[in-house]
């Protein structure tokens, strides 16, 4: 069989810091409130002018150097984001022209904060049947972009940033000691729209919209859902819960990422955790996640990674990687 193996990583994270306290100057909340509630301390927010591609330029920058391989080596780029440059192109192709890449593939993927995991599952697919050897997916986001920054509700969670993996085509035995993807589970189901959306869009209002969220609802949805997505990654590749080195989960919240951690039976510091300092990033979450952990030597290669995300659609997933 052919595996998508992960052969470098990196990330991207705007200068400016906003605090918890910096947000409590401008709207009635608290540096208690918000970490008690969601974990999140602060979060990165992307300069007036700086732009998703920006940042996802600096991340894949940083993954092809990780890799050791040139932009033009690249024969697709899968870019997940809810906040591109424009309404088109795809952000992608912005990423593809700087990085120099003139032949191949490139385009977006749209599954809000599950869109690395949906970006991930997109380029495997394409490398198993052998349509592409090289691929850089990438999660970016200027979120903070479709904040109502009045809303106590939503704009405490959300911030800036990029990941991206560069994965290669190499023949695996077909089972679970293979380096790279073992496999990637999708979901959505669209009769939850209304939990989770932005009120606006090139079609419907001509505007971008700001998020609207019934953040209880949203919670008590992804509890559950991510337990679908876990169990069924752990059952399909035959592997005990024991056997996963690390959960590089989405960072929404503080209590969904520890309670997917408890499901697993996992040490709390088998979890990788950046919500406190990034909070939500959306497509970029996991993607800054793993490029942190695989930096700071704690996911080590040959190590069993699992990945998950939920988010507006309602979409979600995982996938098992053996690094
Ligand atoms: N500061 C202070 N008080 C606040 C704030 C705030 N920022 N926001 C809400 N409150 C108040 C509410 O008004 C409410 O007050 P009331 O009781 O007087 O009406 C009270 O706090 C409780 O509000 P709830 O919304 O019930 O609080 P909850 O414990 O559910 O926490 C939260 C809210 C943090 C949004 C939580 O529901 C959550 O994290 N949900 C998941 C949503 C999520 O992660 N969305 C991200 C996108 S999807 C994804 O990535 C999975």
Redesign the pocket.
């Known amino acids: 069989v052919i595996r998508s193996v992960v052969a470098g990583c990196g990330a991207y994270l705007p200068k400016q810091v906003v605090t918890n306290a910096d947000l409590a100057r401008k709207i009635?909340?608290?540096d208690e409130?918000?970490r008690q509630?969601?974990g999140i301390g602060q979060r990165h927010v992307a300069a007036e002018g700086e732009l998703t591609s920006h940042l996802a330029i600096k991340a894949s920058e940083a993954a092809l150097k990780d890799a050791g391989i040139k932009a033009d080596e690249l024969d697709l780029i899968v870019l997940a984001t809810t906040t591109p440059d424009e309404t088109f192109p795809a952000t992608a192709t912005r990423v593809q022209a700087a990085l120099g890449m003139t032949r191949g593939m490139a385009f977006d993927v749209q599954a809000v904060?599950s869109g690395f995991v949906y970006a991930l599952a997109v380029a495997d697919n394409f490398l198993r049947v052998g349509q592409a050897k090289t691929a850089l997916v990438i999660g970016a986001e200027t979120f903070t972009r479709l904040l109502d920054w009045n809303d106590?509700?939503t704009s405490?969670?959300f911030g800036d940033g990029a990941g991206a993996v560069v994965l290669k085509a190499a023949p695996g035995k077909g089972d679970k000691s293979d380096r790279g993807i073992l496999s990637t589970h999708l979901f959505s189901d669209g009769r939850y729209h209304d939990m989770?959306y932005v009120d606006g869009g090139p079609s419907s209002t001509g505007t971008t919209g700001v998020v609207r969220?019934e953040?209880?609802e949203?919670?008590r949805h992804?509890v559950t859902k991510l337990a679908q997505a876990v169990d069924e990654a752990i059952a399909s590749n035959g592997v005990s819960e024991a056997e996963i080195d690390w959960l590089v989960p989405?960072q929404?919240?503080r209590r969904?990422i520890d309670s997917m951690g408890q499901r697993l039976k996992l040490a709390p510091e088998k979890v990788v955790v950046t919500i406190d300092r990034h909070a939500?990033t959306?497509a970029a979450s996991i993607p800054l996640a793993l490029a942190e952990a695989h930096a700071d030597g704690r996911i080590k290669r040959g190590q069993l990674v699992l990945i998950e995300a939920?988010?507006?659609g309602f979409t979600w997933g995982s996938a098992l990687i053996r690094w």
Do not use: D
């Open positions: 009635e909340t608290s409130w918000i509630r969601t904060c106590r509700g405490v969670l989770l969220m953040g209880r949203v919670f992804a989405h929404a919240n969904i939500n959306s939920m988010g507006g």
